[in-house]
């Protein structure tokens, strides 16, 4: 089966532009997350979407960052006015059900993304 | 809030050298979960095991071995017998059960990259 699938693979952007990454998680999980991996400050959680519940956004670093999960399944990912410091790498997973931190996180291979 | 150590920055062994993985835990809560993951090159996160604060007992997977302790709050991964395809980062890293919410924020330790070398 179909693993996560994270478009584009690699974004380079200008200082100021908005950008979206999409993930598709594995069809079926309710469960979506959001993290970014920097070389400063290694892996971080951003936001977390389970069903039709409100997302869970305590790790938005910024306003300039928000998602949406559009019928339980696609989710894009949206900065506004990139800066520098947004240049990581944006992982996407999802798992079967969220089930209270049990479960074990389906990862995709990731956006790199570039500012200018 | 919790927090996960890899105090291991980058490690480098020679093939068929035993070598163990560090990773060091806070959290305040009595129920959890700790998670290996492992980054080979291509850079896709890869699952290897999951443990709950309740079931220390440790667990071997082929050339893979897990130990869990609660009293020193830890949760090492020993690779015996490595290989050169052995060579990736590894990440610990914790959840806690939420009751309300439901989901399972993780959160990473800065990784730790292993080097096996001919």
């Known amino acids: 089966g179909a693993g996560v699938s994270q478009s584009p693979s690699n974004k380079v952007t200008e200082k100021g532009k908005d950008v979206e990454l999409r993930c598709d998680p594995i069809?079926?999980?309710?469960?979506l997350y959001w993290y970014r991996q920097s070389l400063g400050q290694g892996l971080e959680f951003l936001i977390y979407?389970?069903?039709?519940?409100?997302?869970?956004k305590s790790g938005l670093p910024s306003d300039r960052f928000s998602a949406e999960r559009t019928g339980g399944s696609v989710s894009t990912l949206t900065i506004q006015r990139t800066q520098q410091e947004d240049s990581a790498v944006y992982l996407c997973?999802?798992?079967?059900?969220?089930?209270?931190?049990?479960?074990?996180?389906?990862f995709g291979p990731g956006t790199r993304l570039t500012v200018l | 809030a919790q927090k996960v150590t890899q105090a291991q920055t980058e490690i480098s062994v020679v093939e068929k050298e035993d070598v163990t993985l560090d990773c060091v835990y806070e959290?305040?809560?009595?129920?959890?979960?700790l998670f290996w993951y492992k980054q080979p090159p291509s850079g896709e996160l890869v699952f290897l095991i999951r443990?709950?604060?309740?079931?220390?007992q440790n667990e071997i997977s082929g050339r893979y071995s897990w130990n869990f302790q609660k009293s020193t709050s830890s949760f090492n991964f020993t690779i015996t017998a490595s290989q050169v395809v052995d060579s990736a980062v590894y990440f610990c890293?914790?959840?806690?059960?939420?009751?309300?919410?439901?989901?399972?924020?993780?959160?990473f330790g800065t990784g730790t990259q292993l080097k096996v070398e001919l």
């Open positions: 997973a999802s798992s079967p059900r969220g089930d209270r931190g049990r479960e074990e996180q389906f």
């Open positions: 069809s079926g999980h309710t469960a």
């Open positions: 979407f389970q069903g039709n519940s409100a997302p869970d």
């Open positions: 959290t305040r809560d009595t129920t959890y979960y």
């Open positions: 443990r709950n604060s309740f079931d220390e």
């Open positions: 890293a914790l959840s806690i059960y939420e009751l309300t919410g439901g989901g399972n924020k993780l959160t």
